[in-house]
């Protein structure tokens, strides 16, 4: 390669390095684009899902419609989710018939470690008890409080909004 | 001597037997090498400067994805695949999903289709972006992956309105998709085309006319189309060796066939021709999307007979579909139960990767970086 060559590639390589730093110039007296979290936060993040939740029911505001019919405990790909009830046998006035059986729920264990928000529970729930939550910057240092008791969440929640 | 019985693990002393020549110096990119952009190991003897021989060691991110398509069921299986390549995820989806649905003879209503398409587009627009930035990240420009990722965070906003998430979606299912799309999201969709228009000049002034950045990608990592063959390399590394293929146009699949776009081909077989394939990839890809929204037909987005449970008939199914890597594959062989009997991911980094250590003999170790950029590899894909 001889000395004129070299020049000119020189020359290329900086009229080049003009073009970019023009670019860059432009866009430099742009507004800012980025965040600078967690100082601000950014504000299109509602239809973002967070965790799995239950939510409020239909039929009875003051608690969740699940039915305690267990779909999604069996439908979850990572089983998060597990469904804790008490059966309460209570005596039949007329004693020929059987007893009768009442379930009532205890809780709703969601591992959150372990969930990749497929949404097979939430679709395959019968009564659309369950749905995404927009508590999407929950994040833990230990993994053993990554777990929630979503009906007692659901719960606390109700009971501040009343 | 002593040094050499130490040295190196089982795959380092595999790789020291078979030098022919000793004395020369061994060097592990890897796995924890920023270029290889997940764990990836390469192995490489030196000689001086130059590369004599690479062995690329795979296997650190492997998740048993198809063991684990064996135990679960048709339904529960998905999430995965939004997992194997996090890049283009909706094109793995629509694998699997398509392979399923062919097995069962599901028909997908048309808007459903024309939503595939939108979506499944602009996820390619988004994976090529990443490794536009990444790529000249790796050869040492910082700036463009800045503007790659604000263009980026725009569709990442869009898809997220209708899947709810970012990066792993898992968003169609066997009939349909899981939420139609309104209008919020084609205006915004339209807007992002425009953006897009704008914004690919502005990358050519940038960095594709950029002489500097030619000197590092032109004539660098030439690959014959033979080699190519050989290998079984698909996706933008094929085009970039002058072979019209595309799985959209080769074994058209959903509403491909009614839409008007170009392959892009580039005969250089050079790092700068794969370069060149994708950018105009996403030129393509916007084609398409204009396309599709105007085409959108109104209707359902699941089709009304959908199945609540998968339980196929005994059979196999072979299905793929272009991703942004190449020819993702799915087949599944069904014995009539409700998981499937085996499941086989055919995933283009794996082709695209073996043929690395052949093109990088007799290479530059600075060249073999801008090499395996342009591969366009994502880890988990190979390693599943
Ligand atoms: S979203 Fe998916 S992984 Fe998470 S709890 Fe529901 S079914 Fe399980
Ligand atoms: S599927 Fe719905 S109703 Fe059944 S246990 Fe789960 S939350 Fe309750």
Redesign the pocket.
């Known amino acids: 390669m001889n000395l004129f060559e070299e020049i000119r590639e020189a020359v290329k390589g900086l009229y080049s390095l003009a073009v970019g730093m023009g670019v860059t110039g432009r866009y430099f007296v742009k507004p800012e684009v980025t965040v600078h979290y967690p100082r601000k936060t950014v504000d299109n993040i509602q239809t973002y899902s967070g965790h799995v939740e239950?939510l409020q029911g239909k039929k009875n505001p003051l608690e969740s419609?699940?039915?305690?019919?267990?779909?999604?405990?069996r439908n979850c790909p990572s089983g998060c989710?597990t469904?804790k009830y008490e059966e309460i046998v209570e005596e039949n006035p007329e004693p020929e018939k059987k007893k009768k059986k009442t379930k009532k729920m205890t809780g709703?264990i969601y591992d959150y470690s372990y969930c990749s928000l497929c949404g097979q529970?939430i679709e395959?729930?019968?009564?659309d008890?369950?749905g995404f939550s927009n508590h999407v910057y929950w994040a833990e240092f230990d993994r053993c409080n990554i777990t929630l008791d979503l009906l007692a969440r659901l719960r606390e929640k109700l009971s501040k909004s009343s | 001597m002593t040094t050499q019985n130490l040295a190196g693990d089982f795959y380092t002393q595999c790789f020291l037997s078979e030098q022919d020549e000793s004395g020369r110096v061994i060097l592990n990119m890897g796995p924890q090498h920023p270029s290889t952009h997940g764990v990836l190991r390469v192995i490489i003897e030196m000689e001086g400067e130059y590369i004599s021989r690479a062995e690329p060691v795979i296997g650190y991110l492997h998740r048993m994805h198809e063991k684990m398509g064996e135990v679960k069921t048709y339904h529960q299986y998905m999430p995965n695949m939004g997992r194997v390549d996090y890049l283009h995820a909706l094109a793995w989806n629509w694998a699997y999903i398509g392979a399923v649905e062919k097995l069962c003879q599901i028909e997908v209503p048309r808007r459903a289709e024309f939503i595939r398409v939108i979506t499944c587009e602009m996820n390619r627009i988004c994976s090529h972006l990443v490794w536009w930035g990444a790529y000249l990240l790796d050869l040492g420009a910082f700036t463009p992956i800045m503007y790659a990722f604000d263009d980026r965070e725009q569709a990442l906003d869009l898809l997220q309105m209708i899947t709810g998430s970012r990066l792993t979606y898992c968003y169609y299912r066997f009939g349909g998709v899981r939420t139609d799309i309104d209008n919020q999201f084609i205006s915004g969709a339209r807007d992002f085309c425009k953006l897009m228009k704008s914004r690919l000049p502005m990358y050519k002034d940038l960095v594709t006319d950029n002489y500097i950045l030619r000197k590092r990608c032109e004539e660098i990592g030439e690959l014959p189309l033979e080699m190519a063959r050989r290998y079984g390399a698909t996706g933008p590394v094929l085009r970039g060796s002058g072979q019209k293929y595309d799985v959209r146009r080769a074994e058209p699949y959903s509403v491909y066939p009614e839409l008007d776009f170009d392959i892009p081909v580039f005969n250089e077989c050079d790092a700068m021709a794969r370069y060149r394939v994708r950018v105009a990839e996403m030129e393509q890809s916007v084609r398409i999307i204009e396309q599709a929204l105007s085409k959108l037909p109104k209707g359902d987005v699941m089709a009304p007979k959908a199945p609540k449970r998968i339980k196929p008939p005994k059979g196999d199914v072979y299905f793929a579909v272009e991703g942004a890597r190449g020819k993702i594959g799915v087949y599944l062989a069904s014995d009539g139960s409700s998981t499937p009997y085996r499941l086989k991911l055919r995933s283009p980094s794996y082709s695209n990767l073996s043929l690395f250590a052949e093109l990088a003999q007799g290479t530059l170790l600075a060249d073999a970086v801008s090499i395996l950029g342009s591969l366009d590899l994502v880890i988990p894909e190979i390693d599943r």
Not at chain 1, 65 to 73: A, L, N, Q, S
Not at chain 1, 124 to 127: A, G, L, S, T
């Open positions: 239950l419609d699940c039915i305690m019919c267990g779909t999604c405990e989710l469904v709703l529970c395959n729930c019968p009564v008890a369950l």
